[in-house]
């Protein structure tokens, strides 16, 4: 199957004070392929690279070495740009336009048949559930809704690759809760979704597939489950066995208590999770595999240790 | 070809096409507008015409300003007008309305911007201009002699050379002969007289006359060609009477009109009153109805001869009749 | 060509919009119209004055309107609308041909309504126009084309403040620099020669120049603004946006 992105050996250094080239580079050596149909997340601190690399995909930056190709094709050609909906971190469209006519540049920009063009406008706007709003000026917008405007105009062109570049930002639940079946919608038919976002929760829900950026270098790429894979086990030891729950719990590598009085037990490490094996237990003790949160495994790969530092 | 490299091409291209273009246009706009060089180059993109505009409202209100002009304040108005002519060249009111303003308290300054204006192709072909320029060099010697001062002959020159420009142009007045002719005058005699001018006047038409005998095939050029030659006798005759009731008994004066009518009408009977020539028959003037010499009639009838031999008596008159006829 | 026009058309469709672009023209034919009234303060002259008024004003809407993109453009690219756009299927060299043509609109028409009302004032106060004026203020309106690319220009290259200087004092200079254009090719090459579409003073004073001329300055107007245009779209094309 041909891959939707492809990233070879892309590297980023920006310029500084007299053009010079940074020390550091925002990405560097970033090798990736997201397959067809597929729904990426893109993960990363900030500063990590992950709007650099977006912007690669765009072409709106320039790589210092590496490609990029869209569906085979060179990221700066037409035909790529046709297939792609771009949605822009913290979009501010102009202050002077409204929805309608905004839209309709868009419109006339990816190539929609005038005919075609006001109802496909209506049904992006009302996807996005700012159909009321079409004919107010964006300057009075707030940025939650400016936000739903730039996910409507990157759907205008029924994208085959849909990026979005921290797409939750500013939504009120209810508009997270649309972006979601929106890319929900979108996955079931066939588009390659790729975006970023700080909200590791909705990432788990939503995505195939991660890539996590730390510094510029990619540090996992894969698929979800492949992150949060099976790595232990957890005892669930009702109220009434306490007692057996005391002797592991030295071995245990963490422990907490649960709904009926009783404590789980979670076994990581490979040594402990073997000894819980061997030994012979009540039989309403549960034992489950353990999988790893998105985020444990985001702040293990990445080496950062202060939750929410994202 | 990448898009860069069309982008480089176009743009080279594009630069050498247009500095080719730009090349000619600049000649062309230089056909069509030979004064621009003389547009001062002031960094005021290209306002210089509306700049002029306004200079010439302050130069106006500023001359309405003033009661009088003294030394500082008629330089003042010539360095204005100096201003408003490098901005637009063009600007005919200036040149004339400007020196007519200067001519009394500064009339070296009003000379120098008439001078300017001489300069333009085309303002510097109103006759007005060098009328202006040699009254005011002419004015100023005659103020010289009537307060017995030292007459500058070069101005006085430089006066009838503008006169004579003057007179050159295509739709000057009649009036500027005498202009012209006062000045050739007044170079010729420090008096400038009437009888000078006379003089003057007739030593011109005895050049015109030797001028049309040598160039016998070609038309007439000069005041002759510009002035009919009957308006320059009538002029001539009228200066003649002028003098002689002015003066009739001065020294020269005789010899000087009889002189003038020879040459203005050989072989002719003159009417000594009005210094003209009168028609065969005549016994008295018709202007003063003094008695006239009477010639052209038969000698036996008297009557006016049609041809050599009388029309009434058949008398033979052929001395007469040669003698008469013109 | 669609895309270049839809983005023309945000550029022109804005400013066309607002009501003090035609408050201004609306001044600027009141200053044409009180400047025919002055006829004691210009000794008779005060045709001249209306139709060097006409000609300044025509001038100088030209340049605020070219000076409209240096911070149309900077402001996309801040705000993240020319990001939407370039994401879609048009080049960067479409986007700022399109901001450029967008820009010659409102210059045009700009020039054309101030020129109007000009020939309208004159019409009434004086009878019939002569020709060489309509022909001096059609090299003013063709002038936008040259003017509109100088502004494109260092607004691809430089912040709004430093890009509307530069374009004002780059214009200022390719109507005074008239001490360089005996380095034939430089000037009217690269630095532009604004020059050529001034012919005020011969409209004014009545010097006739033909319809050649116009052609002449209107070919290189064009020549000149797709050599620029096209070095704005090399730099844009290198540029880092967002």
Partial sequence: MQNAIEIKGLTKFYRGKFFRLSVNPSLDNLNLNIPQGCVFGFLGHNGAGKTTAIKCLMDLIKPTKGSVTIFDLPVDSKEARKKIGYLPDAPSFSSHLSPNQFLKTCAKLVGLDWQLRKQRIEEVLTDVGMLEYASNNMGSFSRGMMQRIGIAQALLNKPELLILDEPLVGLDPQGRRDLLTIVQKQKELGTTVFFCSHILSDVEKLCDSVGILSKGKLLFAGALNQLTSSDGIVVKFPAEHLAIAQSFMMQADSSKKIDDGGVALEFITNNNWQLIKRASLPSNVIIEAHHGTLEEEFFKLTGEDTPGNT | MDSNKKLIVTFICCFVIAGVLAIKLNRVQHQVSPTRKLVDNLPVAGSQKLLADIQWMQFIQYIGRQKTLDKSSAANVEKRLNNIIDLDPDFAKVYYDGALVLMNDNPDGALKVLEKGMLHPIIGRNWRLYMLAGHILIQGERANRHAHLPINYNRVKRAALYFKKAMNCADSQNYVVNQWLQAEAFNASETASHLTQLQTMLRLYKKHLTDMQDNENEMSTGIFGKYDTQEFIDKMISEALELRQESENQKGLKALLDEVVLTVFPNQEIDPYTLRPYPAGFRFSPQTGKPLKVHGVCKHCGRVLKGPFCWYDGTDNVAEWNKSKH | MDEVNAIAEGVWGRILRMKILYFLIGCAWLHIILSSQYEALMLKEQKMLMADMSFFLAGLGAVLSVLTLTFDLSKDLRQGTAIAYLSKSVSRTQYIFGKF???????????????????????????????????????IIISVLPMAAIALFFSTILSEAAAAVLTVATIWMAYSANAISSVSMLYGGIVPDLSLFNMRMEAVHGTQFGWSYIGLAFIWSVVYSVGLVSLSGIFFNKRDLG
């Fill in chain 3, 101 to 139: 043509l967008g820009t010659v609109w409102v210059g045009v028409v700009v020039t054309v309504l101030i020129a109007i009302g000009f020939f309208m004032i004159h019409n009434a106060t004086y009878g019939s126009l002569p020709v060489v004026m309509v022909k001096a203020h059609l090299l």
